[in-house]
């Protein structure tokens, strides 16, 4: 145990338990569980993950490479809007991969954060374009990247 006027915690040198324990760098892996869009539709919901997408009525899911290389033509037959959603899925990825590196000690908040930012903003685009008529698209993942790029960015270094 560690008390007021012990320094062994600085002096341990372990940015790897400092990491670990950071409740931002979890968030950045918890984004990827949650929702990015809800869209709300007289027929019901449906949930686009970086992933993949969940359609509540009738129940199904689509993972993104069946999305673009399966049920459709490919990817230059989609719209933009809908060619931002893997885009946003690699930027995010890349966030995730510069917050791991905060395990080692490594990670450059900064990167982190505007890969966050760049997600989140890329993802609102896909947000937007699945508005429907009688029906509201929510950008949940994009107030929560944008979000937690901020906190990622306003921590204390390390």
Same mark, same amino acid.
């Given at each position: 145990m560690t008390g007021p006027g012990d320094d062994r915690s600085e002096r341990s040198g372990?940015? $790897?338990?400092? $990491? $670990?324990?950071?409740?931002?760098?979890?968030?950045?892996?918890?984004? $990827?569980?949650?929702?990015? #869009?809800? @869209? @709300?539709?007289?027929?019901?919901?449906?949930?686009?993950?970086?992933?993949?997408? @969940?359609? #509540?009525?009738?129940?199904?899911?689509?993972?993104?490479?069946?999305?673009?290389?399966?049920?459709t033509p490919g990817p230059r037959s989609l719209p933009s809007r809908l060619v931002a959603w893997p885009g946003s899925t690699a930027l995010f990825v890349l966030a995730?991969?510069?917050?791991?590196?905060?395990?080692?000690?490594?990670?450059?908040r900064r990167v982190t954060a505007a890969l966050l930012a760049l997600a989140g903003l890329v993802h609102l685009r896909v947000a937007l374009g699945l508005v429907r008529v009688g029906g509201t698209a929510l950008p949940v993942g994009s107030a929560?990247?944008?979000g937690t790029a901020w906190w990622v960015l306003g921590r204390p270094a390390q």
């Open positions: 372990d940015r $790897a338990d400092d $990491a $670990a324990g950071d409740p931002r760098s979890l968030l950045v892996v918890v984004l $990827a569980l949650l929702p990015w #869009t809800v @869209v @709300v539709h007289p027929g019901g919901v449906d949930l686009v993950f970086g992933w993949g997408l @969940v359609n #509540t009525n009738p129940l199904g899911v689509v993972d993104l490479p069946s999305y673009l290389f399966v049920y995730v991969a510069s917050a791991s590196l905060g395990v080692v000690g490594r990670e450059d929560l990247m944008l």
